[in-house]
Structures are given as C-alpha cells and as structure tokens.
C-alpha cells in the first residue's frame, strides 16, 4: 500500500466559535480558515484558548455559538468518530498491553477494515515511520521517539484529512524534540495532509508552521506566516510571546527621537535582539542615531550567539545579540555601549493593543 492512496488535505473553517464555562469565556468569536495540506499551529500562553479550540475541532467539547466546517460541511456536533480526525496527543495514548502494530491497527479493526487490510495499512504506516524492525515490541520496550512514531502511525493509518496534534512534543527532550519536529514535517508534506497543532513553544511554531495564530484570552491576537508574525507583530503581546523582544515604551526614547519617527504616547519601539547594534561609547554609532546608551549587565554564552544584556537605568533592560563569530566585536560586563541598528527597517512602531 503506498501513499499514492492517500486523500488530500482537508479545509477548515471556524465561523464565529465561542465557548464558556460558566460565566467566563475560553474561546471569544474564533474565524479561521485552515487550507487543505496547510500546516497551521495554534500558539499561546497557558489559557489562551488554543487547546480547547482544538478539542472543539477533535468533538471533545461542543461549541455554545458558531459553526465547525470541514470540506463545507458542518461537523460542530458530531461525535469524534463521525469526524475521522487523526489524534496524536502529548501522552501518546498507546495501549500498553497492545505490541506496535496492535496499536496501529486498532484505528481500522474500529472502523471494521478487513483483517488483510488491517494488516497492509498497519504495516505501510509503521513502515512509513521507520519502525518495522519494532512491530512486535510493547510500548515500554521502546524510547520516548519511538513511542511517538508509534503514535504518528496510529493517527494517519486510515488516511484522514486532517490531523490534530495536541502538544505531541512536550515530553521530549530538547534534541530528539527537533528530530521529530523534522519528521512530522515530512511525513505531513510527503502525505498532504492538514496538521491543526497546538503548542505554547514559540521555536517549535515557527520551525514547523505554515502559519500560526497567536491566541491570548481565547481570542486570536494575530495571524500569519512565521516570519510575517515574527517581523511584523501587531501588539506589544504578539512582539513580546514570539521570539526574544525589544519593545521600548515611548517614555524611554528621547523627544527629538520620538517626533522623528512620528512617534504618540501609548506606542512601543519593538527591535529584535538579533537587529540591535552595539558600539564603544567612546566611539562612533554611524548606523543608527537613536540616542540610547547604557552598560552591560550581563553576558550569556548561547553557542552560536552572544546575548549581551544592557540596562538603560536601574530598572530598564534591552538585549543585544551577536553571532559567535572569531572577528565579532565583544563586550564585558560594565562596559559602556552606545545602542542602535542597522536600518530603519530593523524596528517598528507598535501599540499596547
């Protein structure tokens, strides 16, 4: 069996999804529209809403208002089975007692395959995964990658549409967690399938992302592709939850400054840390004029960067990064640092909404 047999990717649509519990609001009038094969992440903090979006989306929760719409069709009431969703979930829900491919062929011998087809699907998934040498092991037998794989298989062995993916990654570790982001970005091009998946990681969104939505008290903050949200944050909550963040109220950049970049009370200076330029006080700032100096509180190795930490005053601190590259310019603790970038295309002019 191989992909070929494969469905493309479904479309999604939240029309006006609203859920409470009780009297407070979780999920506050959601529109989205995910494409077939999109790769779309719902990122946020604890109690944004993300997963109880996606629980409306799996059947595990019923929305009070609003419609859930697959391929135009209206699947906001119906059961979890009747959705035929793909499910990986943080904990991996294996069956214990089940080897592998028990667990990868349980999807089908639910939805009443024939035990041939049970078999050939199973085998294809697992095979897909890499784990055929593994099929006949129990899930203890098998490392915390492995147990995902495993998981990965069960939830496209009967070709959904659309997977969803609650956290998958969470109880990794740092290096095999980039290995699976890797793989599950593989085996969802190689499959065209939908992946709706939900993380509070902000590395992790980006990396795998068509696009992402930031959600923060059950409403979307902001939505696009990674690097448009990154570079281009609309709100001072989008700028400070994706990526390292500069932002710079108004109070704390010189008057001539804020009159030359058109600058009102209530607005921010956002700059990246990777976009800030540092030089001697002593010497000359050719690439920017932004007035701003302070001293270097603190420096943190990171391998491939050098994140410089430079208070503006006691309480006030912005962050500077450079690559750890052998000609790099350096800076210790106490020196004093003009602060600046590169262009004015480095920055950008937000506002606390």
């Known amino acids: 069996m191989g992909t070929a047999s494969v469905s493309n990717g479904g479309r999604i649509r939240f029309a006006g999804i609203t859920k409470k519990y009780g009297e407070l609001t979780v999920v506050d009038d959601i529109n989205l529209d995910i494409a077939p094969g999109e790769f779309f992440s719902l990122l946020g903090p604890s109690g944004s809403g993300k997963t109880t979006t996606l629980m409306m989306l799996a059947g595990f929760a019923m929305p009070d208002s609003g419609q859930i719409l697959l391929d135009e069709a209206d699947i906001s009431y119906l059961s979890p089975q009747q959705r035929n969703l793909g499910m990986v979930f943080q904990n991996y829900a294996l069956f214990p007692h089940m080897s592998v491919l028990e667990n990868v062929m349980f999807p089908l011998k639910v939805r009443k395959f024939s035990g041939k087809e049970c078999l050939e699907r199973a085998q294809w998934a697992i095979d897909l995964v890499r784990l055929s040498s593994f099929a006949k092991r129990l899930p203890k037998e098998l490392s915390g990658g492995q147990q995902q794989r495993v998981a990965l298989a069960r939830a496209v062995v009967f070709h959904p549409r659309v997977v969803l993916m609650d956290e998958p990654l ?44 930031i959600m923060n008290n059950g409403s979307i903050e902001q939505l696009g592709r990674p690097k448009e949200v990154y570079e281009s944050p609309r709100n001072v909550f989008a700028a400070g939850f994706l990526g390292e963040a500069n932002i710079l109220p108004y109070s704390r950049l010189a008057v001539d400054y804020r009159q030359r970049m058109g600058m009102q009370d209530g607005d921010h200076l956002f700059i990246r840390p990777e976009r800030v330029v540092l030089a001697p006080l002593t010497g000359t700032m050719s690439q920017s004029d932004s007035g701003l100096t302070g001293c270097i509180r603190n420096v943190s190795f990171l391998g491939s960067i050098v994140r410089y930490q430079i208070g503006l005053d006691d309480e006030f601190s912005i962050y500077a990064d450079s690559a750890n590259l052998s000609d790099m310019r350096s800076f210790d603790v106490g020196d004093s640092v003009a602060i600046g970038w590169k262009q004015a295309s480095d920055i950008r002019i937000i506002n606390h909404g």
């Open 170 to 213: 969470g109880a990794l570790d740092k290096n095999l967690r980039y290995q699976m982001q890797m793989e599950i970005k593989e085996l969802q091009r190689k499959l065209n399938m939908t992946v709706v998946f939900v993380t509070h990681d902000q590395e992790e969104a980006m990396n795998m992302s068509d696009r992402i939505a």
